[in-house]
């Protein structure tokens, strides 16, 4: 029996996702069906970065937020919360 996790509704918000750790997590809250909203220090046009968009794509048919972040540095930090909520209207 496969365990499974329904996150329909709810808002994630996922940084580092243009590689490794970040990119695995955020495939799977897709694949749980959340809402995702995910931040890098890559521009959207990086290979990484459109991985994950692709990915969330396929796991769940939604597009993701992507904002470009370094989590070091409080404004950007700042500007990505602010859109999460802005575009999806929650976080969870």
């Not at 918000?13 to 243009?18: K, L």
Request: net charge negative.
């Amino acid at each position: 029996m496969a365990f499974e996790i329904n996150l329909s509704g709810k808002t994630a918000m996922i940084t580092g996702v243009s590689s490794g750790i970040g990119a695995g997590i955020a495939k799977m809250y897709a694949r749980a069906n959340a809402d995702i909203a995910g931040c890098a220090i890559e521009p959207e046009d990086h290979e990484g970065v459109q991985q994950f968009i692709q990915s969330v794509q396929n796991e769940s048919g939604k597009t993701p937020l992507y904002v470009q972040a370094d989590v070091t540095h409080l404004v950007q930090l700042e500007n990505f919360v602010t859109r999460t909520i802005k575009h999806f209207g929650t976080i969870n």
